[in-house]
């Protein structure tokens, strides 16, 4: 399984941007998927998460200015992200909960950059 992330850039405080992730490979279903990220010197953080049936929960920083959904029949998870903050540059990563004849994997994306000038 592979995951391509794209859509990171260089932005001003106050614009938005929209972060997508692909999914392929062999699978049998993709259930939950996922946008993690992480900040210089911080921790990786889960942003949003968007279950299989597109039930949605956002950490409270980013509650109200992105969206999390999924597209291309669940194989692309997409993040809107609007009113974007100079404490949300980061590098983002996307997450999917796979299965396979072998059982459960979480697969990780190699990362997009957003960086938020103020």
């Known amino acids: 399984v592979q ?4 859509g990171g850039g260089l932005v001003q405080a ?3 941007l929209t972060l997508s992730c ?5 699978m049998l ?3 939950d998927m996922a946008w993690y990220r992480q900040a210089p010197g911080q921790q990786r953080e889960l942003v949003a998460r968007i279950t ?6 956002y950490a409270d920083s980013v509650k109200g200015r992105f969206t999390i959904s999924r597209a291309n029949l669940g194989h692309t998870v997409l993040l809107q992200m609007n009113d974007l903050k100079s404490e ?5 990563y996307c997450a999917a909960q796979t299965v396979d ?3 459960y994997s979480i697969d990780w994306g190699q990362g997009t950059l957003v960086t938020v000038s103020s």
């Open 14 to 16: 106050g614009e938005s």
């Open 29 to 31: 279903r993709i259930h």
């Open 52 to 57: 299989q049936t597109e039930n949605t929960n």
């Open 101 to 103: 004849s072998a059982g």
């Open 3 to 6: 995951l391509q992330a794209s």
């Open 88 to 92: 949300d540059t980061a590098v983002y």
């Open 22 to 26: 692909e999914v392929s490979g062999s």
